[in-house]
């Protein structure tokens, strides 16, 4: 895997104008750079092969090619492509299809920026694991694989494609934020009055943050006597 600052990537779309808009979301992501856009299955190949990106946003539908033979022909010859699929395809067949053949992500046009920008982010933890991992060995554990499949993770580190029912991310992230915000910790009821739940519901927030290591809990003694649990971020 190239050792590179930034994750190179190829926007293979007939339509210019929205090769145009991708090209600009990159702009945006940290850590990427468009290496160039391509409008055909000769100019494709032509990028693939010479510049081998690490990365495709790939359409389906093309004047000259279809973009699932496309991303066949690159899977059978490269095992360092990684294709995100951009279109505006939705047969459930195409779907299946494309994550068939190895897919990260399968994106729906018209595209919104967030939906962008968590997907390319989602690659970049998995292509920086990836390429740590690498280095340090050629054999991996099993705690290792699966942390490096759990797609869902986000900058801050929390994985979100493996959560408890009854727990939703955003309203994690929101837990994690407020608690993130004092040195001292926080009772389950002041948690729950900062991000609008009930105390019943902060608690159940703040118990699974502590059993996924995370959070501490001391007790405190109140005004009365009465001892609370506090609930600290883990260094």
């Known amino acids: 895997m190239k050792d590179s600052r930034n994750i190179e990537v190829l926007i293979v779309e007939d339509d210019l104008r929205i090769a145009e808009i991708q090209k600009r979301f990159i702009e945006q992501i940290d850590g990427f750079q468009t290496v160039g856009i391509a409008a055909s299955y000769m100019e494709a190949k032509s990028f ?81 694991k990836l390429h740590e991992l690498s280095k340090e060995s050629l054999l991996v554990t099993q705690e290792q694989v699966d942390k490096l499949l759990r797609k869902d993770i986000d900058g801050s580190g929390s994985d979100k494609s ?44 703040l118990e699974h943050l502590m059993s996924e290591e995370k959070v501490q809990a001391d007790l405190a003694y109140g005004t009365v006597g009465r001892p609370e649990r506090v609930y600290v971020v883990k260094d």
């Open 48 to 128: 693939i092969d010479i510049i081998k990106p690490d990365l495709l946003l790939l359409d389906v539908y093309f004047p000259d090619m279809n973009g699932i033979d496309l991303l066949k022909e690159t899977k059978q010859q490269t095992k360092q492509i990684d294709v995100i699929m951009i279109t505006a395809t939705k047969e459930i067949h195409k779907v299946q299809e494309a994550v068939s053949i190895g897919i990260f992500d399968y994106i729906i046009k018209p595209v919104v920026f967030e939906r962008f920008r968590q997907s390319l982010n989602r690659y970049k933890e998995y292509h920086t």
């Open 162 to 205: 493996f959560l408890p029912k009854g727990i939703d991310p955003l309203t994690l992230d929101k837990v994690l934020e407020v608690l993130g915000k004092v040195n001292s910790g926080l009772t389950a009821e002041t948690v729950a009055k900062e991000i609008g739940v009930s105390r019943t519901t902060a608690r159940r927030y």
